[in-house]
């Protein structure tokens, strides 16, 4: 199957600090990524959509100016975290489709668990 | 828009027993339906899934059954292995948008 890889793996950072995870498709193009965050023993939450080439959509609740995200590749889609806060530590990882329009598997990153101190 | 149900919160059974975790949804529109597995600190995996002109799928010792009247969805795994304990999430999705909403998961102990 598609490979999706996720950098970093873990990040530890100061409060009001900026955090850049990069999620990037390794063997194909992918147009759609989704960034989701989980903390513990929690379900996954969907944050955005981020699509190449373009803004990304937010979901209800989810702060756009706090957390960045950019798709400027056909390939890597970029989430920036600005002015964390300990309330931001979670794990976050990120998805893409393998055939973009289509009701098709998502392929996950490997997760980022990011802890601000 | 869509929302997922997932019951039980947690389940233990012996080793060699069978797990049923039942998902309902709530948008008649979705037509794709992943079981993951996710063990602590990984990314989740893609176990089995099932699409909405399909009733039942089986893969070896895991099967998921759909009932698109009632808008429910359930995994079957047999023959329960200590290795099957994880977390396991079902979703929904729906064509448009291709929004992947999450149960809230299910904590799966195997006893051996």
């Known amino acids: 199957g598609a490979v999706v890889s996720q950098h970093p793996s873990w990040v530890i950072c100061k409060s009001g600090t900026s955090v850049k995870i990069e999620c990037r498709s390794l063997?194909?193009?992918?147009?759609?990524m989704f960034w989701y965050r989980q903390f513990p023993k929690q379900s996954l939450m969907l944050m955005a959509t981020?699509?190449?080439?373009?803004?990304?959509?937010?979901e209800q609740g989810v702060e756009k100016d706090k957390f960045l995200i950019n798709h400027a590749s056909l390939t890597l889609s970029t989430l920036t975290v600005t002015s964390a806060h300990p309330e931001d530590s979670s794990f976050y990882i990120c998805?893409?489709?393998?055939?973009?329009?289509?009701?098709?598997?998502?392929?996950f990153g490997e997760g980022s668990r990011l802890t601000v101190l | 828009g869509e929302n997922v149900e997932q019951h039980p919160s947690t389940l233990s059974v012996q080793e060699g027993d069978s797990a049923v975790i039942k998902c309902t949804y709530s948008?008649?529109?979705?037509?794709?339906f992943p079981w993951y597995k996710q063990e602590l600190g990984k990314r989740p995996q893609l176990i089995i899934d099932?699409?909405?002109?399909?009733g039942e799928k089986k893969d070896q010792r895991i099967a998921v059954t759909l009932n698109k009247t009632a808008k429910h969805f359930s995994l079957h795994i047999t023959e329960t292995q200590p290795e099957d304990s994880a977390v396991y999430f079902c979703?929904?999705?729906?064509?448009?948008?291709?929004?992947?909403?999450f149960g809230a998961g299910t904590i799966l102990r195997v006893k051996s």
């Open positions: 998805s893409a489709l393998e055939l973009p329009g289509s009701t098709g598997e998502l392929f």
């Open positions: 948008d008649s529109a979705s037509n794709y």
């Open positions: 981020s699509n190449e080439g373009s803004k990304a959509t937010y």
């Open positions: 979703a929904a999705i729906r064509r448009r948008g291709n929004k992947l909403v």
């Open positions: 099932i699409r909405s002109n399909v």
């Open positions: 063997d194909f193009q992918a147009t759609t």
